[in-house]
């Protein structure tokens, strides 16, 4: 045992570990009580574990993209995965890409060139929108390709790559309806944008879809495209909520906007939860402690991490085929509904 195998059960870094066996003062009480006790339990000695580490040259790789920078769940995972995959031993080779109007045929022809060219022996990809991509094109891919939270297109016959997904749509079009069900016929949608073809673009379809079945169409021109940024919300929705006082909910289509629909709200004058109800998606943990707390359908990041994390690596072993799986969102009932 070493230290990557004490950071990987203790789910820290190895520069963690190291800071807790030299009392480090900026490692915090429970995490040093946590590495301790990992420590313990396995009578892990670092003196006694001294090994020579492998040129990075000879570390296996693995890649980690994620489209959609600004997404703050996207960075949880991102930031998880790439813990995991150094205490597993492997190098990470990670790209950004916010670019989604690119052809994605385009787009997996140059990750099947970085592929290749880098050794990687398997790739995570987080968001993005494949959706018109040839089956052959998946075929081609030189490695173990793993699509989280990514458009896809409907295939036949044996997988060529595996995904994580979320029931986007589905999740979506019950946000839509619990406030329709509640009593709500004037309702506001805060979205990204229309441009938007990841599985958020997937959300604003639910939304015009619920709306349309319980022929609220004059909702459809109630939505306000913001870019995932509160600011923008602050800055147009206090106008529109005053241009329309018949509003009495508002539908969020992610949870980081939240902070400026909460305050274009009271600074309107109005109570949120009380005079405007409030509902969200995806289920980050800021939105429990905002004030009033938001209802919203929570993304079992844990859940679908320990699936990928476990996938991931039998993928790499040749242990298991590939897998395509969905998980349903938890619903949170909180205060501002």
Do not use: W
Request: proline fraction near 5%.
């Amino acid at each position: 045992m070493n230290i990557r195998d004490i950071a990987r059960l203790a789910d820290v870094t190895p520069g963690t570990v190291s800071k807790v066996l030299n009392n480090y003062p900026d490692i915090s009480e429970a995490t040093k009580r946590h590495v301790l006790k990992i420590i313990e339990e396995n009578q892990y000695d670092p003196k006694a574990n001294v090994r020579s580490s492998k040129a990075s040259s000879d570390t296996p790789r693995i890649g980690l993209v994620v489209e959609g920078v600004y997404n703050e769940l996207y960075s949880i995972l991102h930031q998880t995965l790439s813990i995991r995959i150094h205490n597993a031993g492997y190098t990470i080779i990670s790209f950004n890409d916010n670019f989604y109007v690119q052809n994605k045929a385009e787009k997996l022809g140059e990750l099947r060139v970085q592929i290749e060219r880098d050794k990687i022996c398997a790739l995570v990809y987080i968001g993005g929108n494949f959706e018109s991509v040839p089956q052959e094109d998946f075929r081609a891919l030189p490695c173990p390709v793993i699509f989280v939270n990514t458009v896809l297109p409907f295939h036949t016959g044996a997988p060529t790559y595996s995904s994580v997904q979320v029931s986007h749509f589905e999740t979506a079009y019950a946000q839509m309806q619990y406030l329709i069900s509640s009593g709500h016929r004037n309702i506001c949608t805060v979205i990204s944008s229309f441009a938007d073809n990841s599985v958020y673009g997937l959300r604003t379809n639910a939304y015009q879809a619920a709306l349309r079945s319980s022929g609220l169409e004059h909702n459809l021109s109630h939505f306000l495209e913001c870019h995932y940024r509160s600011d923008i919300v602050y800055q147009q929705l206090p106008i529109f909520l005053r241009d329309h006082p018949e509003i009495t909910a508002i539908c969020c289509q992610a949870d980081v906007m939240i902070p400026g629909i909460l305050r274009a709200i009271h600074d309107t004058g109005k109570i949120p939860g009380k005079d405007v109800a409030v509902i969200s998606f995806d289920g980050l943990d800021s939105t429990g402690f905002s004030i009033p707390s938001v209802t919203t359908f929570a993304q079992p990041v844990s859940d679908m991490l320990q699936f990928l994390d476990k996938l991931l690596f039998q993928l790499i072993s040749k242990e298991s085929p590939h897998q395509n799986i969905t998980f349903r969102p938890t619903f949170l009932q909180r205060e501002s509904c």
